[in-house]
């Protein structure tokens, strides 16, 4: 029965490892919807009020399997000459017993350099991390392992800490590259007095490209995300078409700092009158592949287009001209 426990705990943390590409960042096939999640240069680029909802089902059909939840605002705001965004994430994690909470505040100072635009951002916020201990279950008939066992948390253990990012983006009409670090200060969260989460500063990279093709109906998009612990590295590459500035579609994959291919997505999407769906399907080419047919995506956004002349009043017109 021992063995049974350890081989279940053994399982329980390499899942984790790889659902969060060895990092505390919830790992989302549709990035590219919510890159101000990973990097706050972002906030503000896209010169839009942006509202953006995500929700990831990770492996179906394994149990506790991870769950993630965003909520992202975004938007750009002028002071005289001076071109910002401003721009607040809050992401929701679960896995296994495990329950993580991130909300982030960020600015970003933008100024046109070339034929582009440079940004500089700023996230500054709270993490939050609970675990369930009253959740815990102990296999009937268990000699190594009892329920009176003193070194098993019998209640929900929550700790807080301040959470900061930093990060620089180059965008024009056709192209974006950014680089960000994420959780600077590295907290360590005491739970309790035997248990402590030690939250390690991760790095990403993240970088797309818009190619117009001959039949103006027609763009592609390919984009890539790389995050990295400066132990292990993930890469998810993604290529989709976009007809009409409406519908797109394309396929994804991920690959790890082995090389090895870990999984393939497929994406659908749709933007209609300022509204944005999606839907992504992720199946596992690892070994995951044998307890789960794959992971599901889904995505709504509203984009409000604003007067680049009067800053973020929208014009109105009188109802006596009307």
Not at 170 to 177: A, E, G, K, N, P
Request: proline share 2%; glycine share 10%; aromatic share 10%.
């Amino acid at each position: 029965m021992m063995k049974r426990i350890g081989f279940a705990i053994y399982v329980f943390f390499a899942c984790a490892a790889v659902t969060r590409a060895q990092t505390d960042d919830a790992m989302l096939n549709q990035y590219f919807t919510a890159l101000n999640y990973y990097n706050p240069a972002y906030a503000g680029k896209s010169g839009e009020v942006n509202l953006t909802g995500l929700y990831r089902m990770q492996w179906l059909g394994v149990t506790n399997a991870p769950r993630s939840a965003l909520i992202a605002a975004d938007m750009p705001w002028q002071y005289g000459k001076m071109q910002q965004g401003i721009g607040v994430v809050v992401v929701s994690e679960s896995i296994g017993l495990d329950q993580n909470l991130n909300i982030g505040l960020q600015y970003a100072y933008r100024r046109k350099l070339g034929k582009g635009t440079l940004s500089i951002g700023l996230q500054a916020g709270m993490l939050n991390k609970t675990f369930r201990g009253d959740s815990i279950s102990i296999p009937s008939g268990s000699e190594a392992v009892t329920p009176d066992d003193e070194a098993i948390t019998k209640s929900e253990l929550d700790a807080m800490g301040i959470d900061v990012a930093i990060g620089a983006m180059y965008s024009s009409d056709r192209y974006f590259v950014g680089i960000a670090a994420a959780h600077m200060l590295a907290p360590t969260l005491t739970l309790d007095e035997n248990t402590e989460r030690k939250i390690e500063r991760s790095f990403n990279l993240t970088a797309g490209y818009n190619i117009q093709l001959k039949n103006t109906l027609f763009e592609l998009q390919p984009s890539m995300l790389v995050l990295t612990n400066l132990q292990m590295v993930s890469t998810d590459l993604t290529a989709r078409a976009v007809y009409n500035k409406m519908y797109n579609g394309g396929l994804g994959i991920r690959i790890s700092d082995s090389g090895k291919f870990n999984a393939a997505t497929l994406y659908l999407g749709a933007l209609i009158k300022g509204f944005r769906i999606g839907y992504a399907y992720e199946f596992p080419t690892s070994a995951m592949n044998s307890a789960s047919m794959g992971s599901h995506e889904l995505l709504v956004s509203y984009h409000l287009k604003l007067n680049s002349k009067k800053g973020l009043k929208n014009r109105h017109k009188s109802i006596r001209i009307l």
